[in-house]
């Protein structure tokens, strides 16, 4: 086999490769120091936290190239030019499950958005463009009904309840049993929630209803309605979501939330730090601008 490797590299000579390097500190320091290194068809990061190899064989097939197509590319792009994949983000998943569930309970208090798309034209192409009107459909517009009402002593004739129609309004119900057969009780739903805390819910019994006994009070579903009960239930979700052995919650197995991935911090500084060192060269004039990148 080495016999075979050596015949493949019998006939190579060897020449100088044009190569151009570049070294960023700062003055009397070695914090964050780093190298930029341009060869034909890569521009290579390395340093304090610098280790990064950006191809492109077009882009980068001179110097003037690649350092105006780095300069100009944006994060995502150019990091997956150096083969780098955004990260399980933790944080903006919770992010997102807590958006998805407050979402339906500020629309039953705020009203909903309707969508529609319309057309327009620009340079003569035609465009689409998204606009989203307001409802006066959620409890606030119900309440601005009724103050306007009773300003013109016409609440008499008011036709809502608003105690009953408010949707923080939580009713519970006398306490029973089901059974599927004698030894095995099943308890019901002992409260009666508005449909918008649904979302809520289903996060309480993936937390800390998963274990709740109706005949205890502890952690009970009413705390879903509640600024207090909604934040535990938020610590628990993040103290799942950052482990992975963790059971993920419904919204995020059945697909109702996607899994978030973002660049970590450190791919953000390799960006930064490729990004700054390009302009920083062009700025000396070292970099023919009017070169067209391939």
């Given at each position: 086999m080495?016999?075979?490797?050596?015949?493949?590299?019998?006939?190579?000579?060897m020449s100088e490769a044009p190569c151009r390097s570049f070294h960023f500190s700062r003055?009397?320091?070695?914090?964050?120091?780093?190298?930029?290194?341009?060869?034909?068809?890569?521009?290579?990061?390395?340093?304090?936290?610098?280790?990064?190899?950006?191809?492109?064989?077009?882009?980068?097939?001179?110097?003037?190239?690649?350092?105006?197509?780095?300069?100009?590319?944006?994060m995502?792009?150019?990091?997956?030019?150096?083969?780098?994949?955004?990260?399980y983000d933790a944080a903006a998943t919770l992010q997102a499950i807590i958006q998805w569930a407050n979402a339906p309970v500020i629309e039953a208090l705020n009203g909903g958005v309707d969508k529609r798309h319309v057309q327009y034209v620009e340079d003569g192409r035609k465009k689409f463009r998204t606009v989203r009107t307001p409802r006066r459909d959620g409890y606030r517009h119900l309440c601005q009904e009724y103050r306007?009402?009773?300003?013109?002593?016409?609440?008499?004739?008011?036709?809502?309840?608003?105690?009953?129609?408010?949707?923080?309004?939580?009713?519970?119900?006398?306490?029973?049993?089901?059974?599927?057969d004698m030894a095995c009780p099943v308890f019901t739903d002992f409260y009666d929630f508005d449909p918008c805390w649904e979302?809520?819910?289903?996060?309480?019994?993936?937390t800390l209803g998963s274990d709740w006994d109706p005949r205890g009070s502890v952690n009970t579903p009413a705390m879903v309605a509640t600024h207090d009960g909604r934040w535990r239930i938020k610590d628990e979700l993040e103290r799942?979501?950052?482990k992975t052995s963790s059971r993920v919650p419904d919204c995020?197995?059945?697909?109702?939330?996607?899994?978030?991935?973002?660049?970590?911090?450190?791919?953000?500084?390799?960006f930064e730090a490729i990004q700054f060192a390009c302009r920083q060269i062009i700025a000396a004039g070292l970099v023919d601008m009017t070169v067209q990148v391939p």
């Open positions: 080495s016999h075979d490797h050596a015949s493949r590299l019998t006939d190579h000579v003055p009397n320091s070695s914090a964050y120091w780093f190298n930029l290194m341009w060869i034909r068809g890569k521009l290579i990061l390395t340093g304090d936290g610098c280790d990064m190899t950006f191809t492109h064989h077009q882009a980068c097939s001179s110097f003037d190239a690649a350092i105006k197509w780095a300069s100009e590319s944006e995502d792009y150019l990091l997956r030019k150096a083969d780098q994949r955004e990260e306007r009402a009773v300003a013109a002593g016409t609440q008499d004739d008011f036709c809502d309840d608003l105690e009953l129609t408010d949707p923080r309004r939580i009713t519970r119900r006398e306490t029973g049993t089901e059974y599927l979302n809520w819910l289903s996060l309480w019994r993936d799942r979501l950052d995020l197995f059945n697909g109702s939330v996607e899994h978030v991935y973002s660049w970590t911090h450190a791919q953000k500084y390799q």
